[in-house]
């Protein structure tokens, strides 16, 4: 079957201006994760959805930076007033439930100049 | 707060040789533990996992980890390497405990280069 995909596969914006990132979980999963991985790290943990609702979002580091799930399946991650600072690849994953095996798409890497 | 340390940023080793990758974490109980490998233009993938039981764990593509509580590690080990095992490596964990049993803490990767 399908798994976890996302679009744009790139996407370049010009500080300031507003971003769109989408996910689309394998079907039928109930969790769903954006994580973010800068140049040389570990993928970090932004927020994590079960069904529509945003059941940790600590890892959002600001106000900027907002996710949601509205019909329990599509999610997307919405940047404003983008920086150079959010320029890294943005993950997403979705697992059956909270305590299974979380499978990653392919990622879209931003590049804020 | 648990941390993964993954002491190694690049390993090369001739297509043929065995490899351990290594995986250190800090946290006062035992964590869920993982092993991803992520190849350019891909997505993370599962290669194994430990959540407990038999601390020697069986993964996909010939690799296995073995969990070490008196070293608080979970090296990730193949005993004749390919070509196509080229790429990055992370170690995660996660906290089974409270209320973030969901959560992936990852390390920074090891860059895997596979000499012919």
């Known amino acids: 079957g399908a798994g976890v995909s996302q679009t744009p596969s790139n996407k370049v914006t010009e500080k300031g201006k507003y971003v769109e990132l989408r996910c689309d979980p394998i079907?039928?999963?109930?969790?769903l994760y954006w994580y973010r991985q800068s140049l040389g790290q570990g993928p970090e943990f932004l927020i994590y959805?079960?069904?529509?609702?945003?059941?940790?979002d600590s890892g959002l580091p600001n106000d900027r930076f907002f996710a949601v799930r509205p019909e329990g399946s599509v999610s997307t991650l919405k940047i404003q007033r983008t920086e150079r600072g959010d320029s890294a690849v943005y993950l997403c994953?979705?697992?059956?439930?909270?305590?299974?095996?979380?499978?990653f798409g392919p990622g879209t890497r931003l590049l804020v100049l | 707060a648990q941390s993964v340390t993954q002491p190694d940023i690049h390993i090369t080793v001739s297509e043929g040789a065995s490899l351990e990758l290594r995986c250190n974490y800090s946290?006062?109980?035992?964590?869920?533990l993982f092993w991803y490998v992520q190849s350019p233009g891909q997505g993370l993938q599962l290669l194994l996992k430990?959540?407990?039981?038999?601390?020697l764990v069986q993964g996909i593509k010939g690799f296995e980890a073995e969990f070490k509580r008196s070293q608080s590690s979970f090296n990730l080990r193949k005993p004749s390497v390919h070509w196509s095992d080229a790429a990055e490596y992370f170690c995660?964990?996660?906290?089974?405990?409270?209320?973030?049993?969901?959560?992936?803490?990852f390390g920074k990767g090891t860059l895997l280069t596979v000499n012919p």
């Open positions: 994953a979705s697992s059956a439930t909270a305590q299974e095996t979380q499978y």
């Open positions: 079907s039928g999963h109930t969790a």
């Open positions: 959805f079960q069904g529509t609702g945003a059941a940790d």
């Open positions: 946290y006062g109980a035992t964590p869920y």
């Open positions: 430990y959540f407990s039981g038999d601390t």
């Open positions: 995660a964990v996660v906290n089974p405990s409270g209320g973030s049993n969901y959560k992936l803490t």
